[in-house]
């Protein structure tokens, strides 16, 4: 391994979107994390520990300087909320790191733009909150 701002041997991990899954981008090289759908997975443990638990482990090990996480997300369920808020809340290692991470909370809606904050609320990362209207 060498000397780079991010660790060479992570994958890029892209999944496309469903109509119950969203789409993912976690891109280790750009420092860029994108959750853009819906996320209505019955079982949403089954997608996202891989990525929370394992990718974003390996991730913070050797982060970019700068990590932006896009969220723009239509809807939602509880299963998913853990999960997003999980993601979240490890991406506050990044500051004991010294590293900058932004969240970019896209909505449409009252009700996306309400959970935003809320989310903002739960962690101790930069939240911003973004109308797409």
């Given at each position: 391994m060498n000397n780079t701002k991010y660790s060479t041997d992570m994958e890029k991990i892209t999944i496309e979107r469903t109509l119950k899954?969203?789409?993912?981008?976690f891109d280790p090289e750009n420092g860029l994390i994108e959750l853009r759908g819906r996320s209505i997975l019955e079982n949403a443990q089954k997608m996202y520990e891989p990525l929370v638990d394992?990718?974003?482990?390996?991730?913070?090990?050797?982060?970019?300087?700068?990590?932006i996480v896009e969220i723009e997300l239509d809807y939602?369920?509880?299963?998913?909320?853990m999960w997003?808020?999980?993601?979240?809340?490890?991406?506050?290692?990044?500051?004991?790191?010294?590293?900058?991470?932004?969240v970019n909370w896209y909505h449409s809606d009252e009700d996306m733009e309400e959970s935003g904050a809320d989310?903002?609320?739960?962690?101790?990362?930069?939240?911003?909150l973004i109308s797409l209207n």
């Open positions: 899954t969203p789409f993912l981008n394992t990718w974003l482990d390996e991730y913070l090990k050797k982060p970019a300087d700068k990590t939602f369920n509880t299963g998913s909320s997003i808020l999980r993601l979240l809340k490890k991406l506050e290692a990044l500051n004991d790191l010294q590293k900058q991470v932004v989310f903002k609320e739960l962690v101790y990362i930069p939240v911003n």
